[in-house]
């Protein structure tokens, strides 16, 4: 039989985890998760890292494998996953792949594009220049070297523009100008699955996450890591508003609205990239498996059939 990824994506908090596991229970695969956020094993309430029954409940790959102290990229990530896609497909011809990182889903899916190789100095440079004078100094960097990308990038990823202005600087052209979009052949088909709400019930999820994550001990969580908080991987949104809070630079308060304002923005970056995807077969958060389950049986056969 053809072999088959059935990838779920959809903004942060909107039901991911849930219908991953639906799919991986009705079909007996295993879920490898492409949020790359969830790779790191420090990092646990603040990336909503699924709960144990959920981790039992379908073999999840990919779930704190790595350390925030070990050097990985998204290469690194295409590699690995495609290496664990092929000898799962060994047993099953169904894998499931989750995440709401769109970059990582499409390494998987897709393929990354090719990108001149970099002076190290140059990204050491950059990453001097963070520590001195903030992000925001990148920030204007990239917006004047390449303002295609800069529109699109997730500007508050220190990693990403970091990533972007050593193409820029190193190749003395637009980091944009290496996307190709060109799809990489892949020894299987890809049935996307997309899960969507309105505006507002998402900031709600969010929001009332963000909540339960505090109440959890995300503080504690940050306070732990607080000497890391230089490394890449701690960059994200949940740990650098704590920092300042913990350097006493924001109060609690302050920090947790901006970990849902910023939260709230992430998300809607996530819904514009996975939007690029027109064969995405989008459902409603409060969708019924008992109606889903026969449009991805539809899809499965007409792939498997080509």
């Known amino acids: 039989m053809e072999k088959i990824v059935i990838s779920v994506v959809g903004p942060t ?3 991911k985890t849930k219908l991953a596991i639906q799919i ?15 790779f790191f094993k420090e990092m646990c309430i603040g990336t909503a890292v699924p709960e144990k029954e959920e981790l039992k409940a379908a073999t999840h790959h990919f779930i704190q494998n790595k350390s925030i102290l070990d050097s990985y990229s ?3 990530f295409e590699k690995e996953a495609l290496d664990t896609i092929h000898k799962l497909h060994k047993e099953n011809s169904i894998v499931v792949l989750v995440g709401g990182s769109g970059l990582y889903v499409d390494a998987v899916t897709k393929g ?45 990823n220190p990693h990403r523009i970091i990533r972007a202005l050593e193409v820029c600087i190193g190749s003395g052209k637009p980091y944009s100008s290496f996307i190709t979009n060109k799809k990489n052949n892949r020894p299987f088909n890809t049935i996307t699955i997309g899960i ?3 505006r507002e019930i998402i900031y ?31 960059q994200t949104v949940g740990y650098k508003e704590l920092f300042l809070f913990l350097n006493e630079e924001w109060t609690l308060d302050f920090a947790i609205s901006e970990i849902k304002k910023n939260t709230r923005r992430f998300a809607k ?4 990239w996975f939007k690029k995807n027109k064969e995405t077969i989008w459902v409603k958060y409060d969708y019924n498996p008992e109606d889903l389950f026969p449009i991805i049986d539809y899809e499965l056969n007409t792939k498997q059939n080509v």
């Open 112 to 156: 990354l594009d090719k990108f001149p190789k970099i002076d190290q100095s140059i990204r050491e440079n950059l990453n001097i220049l963070l520590k001195s004078k903030g992000i925001k100094e990148l920030q204007e960097q990239l917006k004047e070297l390449d303002p295609q990308y800069y529109a699109k990038v997730d500007v508050e």
């Open 74 to 76: 998204v290469g690194d």
């Open 13 to 15: 908090a909107i039901g």
């Open 196 to 198: 969507t709400a309105d």
């Open 204 to 234: 709600d999820k969010i929001n009332k996450r963000v909540d339960i994550m505090i109440k959890n001990g995300l503080v504690e969580e940050v306070k732990s890591l607080e000497r890391y908080k230089h490394l890449n991987a701690l």
């Open 24 to 38: 991986a229970q009705h079909y007996n695969a295993e879920i490898v998760s492409a949020d790359s956020r969830q």
């Open 269 to 272: 970056r996530q819904q514009t």
